[in-house]
C-alpha cells in the first residue's frame, strides 16, 4: 500500500499509475471534516465525485480513520466515541480497502507521532472494551452481507 500524504485527488491521483494499492488521504482528510468536525455530509458524496475523474481505481485506495502518520481521531476529539464509530463504520463500508490502525480497537487516543504508537500488548489486550466489541460486530455484518463485493450507492444524504 503505497502514501502520498495529501488531501488533494488531483494530486494524489496520478500515484496510482505506479502503485495500484494507494492510501485515500483526500477520504481521510474528508472523514475527519465530516465525522469529527460535523462539516456536512455532502463532502462525501463531492469527495467520491471528485475522486472518480483522479483515480484509475476508487476501490483499490486504503480507507482509514487513524494511521502511524497522524495524531488518532480520539486525540483530536476527545470524548467523541460515537463520531469514531461513525467514521470507523464509514471507513469500512465505503467504496475502497479498509484499514484499522492497531490500538483503535482498544480506544488509543495519541498524539502525533510517535505519541499515536502506543504500546499495545504490555497495558493488557481488552476484548470486553467498547470499541473492540463495536469492530468485531461491525466486521462480522461486513463479512455476512458482502459489502465489499457491492458498489457505492448512495441511499440518502442530509445534514
Request: glycine share 10%; proline share 3%; net charge negative.
Amino acid at each position: 500500500m503505497g502514501e502520498c500524504f495529501n488531501g488533494d485527488p488531483a494530486y494524489v491521483g496520478p500515484y496510482q499509475g505506479s502503485l495500484t494499492g494507494l492510501f485515500n488521504y483526500p477520504m481521510y482528510f474528508t472523514i475527519k471534516d465530516v465525522f469529527g468536525n460535523g462539516n456536512s455530509c455532502y463532502d462525501i458524496r463531492n469527495r467520491f465525485n471528485e475522486e472518480k475523474s483522479h483515480f484509475q481505481d476508487i476501490t483499490a485506495l486504503g480507507v482509514f480513520v487513524d494511521n502511524h502518520d497522524n495524531a488518532r481521531f480520539l486525540h483530536n476529539f476527545q470524548f467523541a466515541n460515537k463520531k469514531w464509530e461513525n467514521a470507523w463504520l464509514f471507513s469500512v463500508f465505503a467504496q475502497g480497502i479498509p484499514f484499522t490502525y492497531y490500538g483503535s480497537e482498544q480506544g488509543f487516543g495519541g498524539g502525533n507521532d510517535p505519541q499515536n504508537r502506543e504500546t499495545l500488548w504490555t497495558t493488557g489486550y481488552d476484548r470486553t472494551n467498547e470499541f473492540y466489541k463495536f469492530i468485531k460486530a461491525a466486521n462480522m455484518a461486513r463479512s455476512s452481507s458482502k459489502a465489499y463485493e457491492q458498489g457505492h450507492v448512495e441511499r440518502y444524504v442530509s445534514d
